[in-house]
């Protein structure tokens, strides 16, 4: 008999507390009568989403090619938390300031590039969190090339996905290194 009492008070319980969950949704709603709600024009800023960022990746990486690091540069998260590897530097980088100083200084920003095309591998999207895995060629005027297998980890901030990580190796450093794996 205890036992049926405790039961009983347990689901009472719960079917109070689901009740006062649906009552408190409810009431996060904004209060507009339906003919006001239609009449009040409620604006927010839409954010890009994340295959736009992913578009506007591919223009600022042609851009920077091209020797203008700016749109590139507005796309990082500007803290000391991100990261960069670049394997023509072999250099990890790590902090805004040093992040923007190799962009600047990017050997990329004095080469011109004739055409550059990438291949989408992989991306996925979170909630706060995204990631592109792509390889990127470019061609100089005078003839050579460079092929990128590039990882860009992103993260929303202030409702806009911004760079946190990049990570780009040569295609031939990781050819040459599965032939010693062997």
Same mark, same amino acid.
């Given at each position: 008999m205890k036992?049926?009492?405790a039961v009983f008070i347990l689901l009472i319980l719960l079917a109070s507390s689901f009740?006062? #969950?649906?009552k408190a949704r409810e009431s996060s709603q904004p209060f507009l009568p339906? #003919?006001?709600?239609n009449m009040v024009s409620v604006s927010q800023e839409v954010a890009p989403s994340f295959d736009e960022t992913v578009s506007l990746l591919q223009q600022a990486n042609l851009e920077m090619a091209?020797?203008?690091?700016?749109?590139?540069?507005?796309m990082w998260l500007q803290n000391e938390e991100i990261t960069f590897w670049d394997d023509?530097?072999?250099a990890a980088l790590k902090g805004w300031k040093a992040i923007e100083g190799s962009l600047n200084n990017s050997e990329?920003?004095?080469l011109k590039i004739d055409s550059y095309t990438f291949e989408k591998i992989a991306g996925n999207e979170g909630e706060q969190q995204a990631y592109l895995l792509q390889k990127e060629h470019y061609k100089m005027v005078n003839g050579r090339t460079r092929d990128l297998q590039v990882t860009v980890v992103f993260r929303k901030e202030n409702n806009?996905?911004?760079?946190?990580? #990049?990570?780009?190796?040569?295609v031939e450093v990781i050819a040459q290194s599965?032939?010693?794996a062997k």
């Open positions: 036992r049926n009492i009740k006062y #969950r649906t339906d #003919r006001l709600r091209n020797g203008n690091p700016g749109l590139f540069k507005s023509s530097k072999n990329e920003s004095r806009a996905w911004k760079i946190v990580h #990049r990570h780009a190796d040569s599965g032939k010693n």
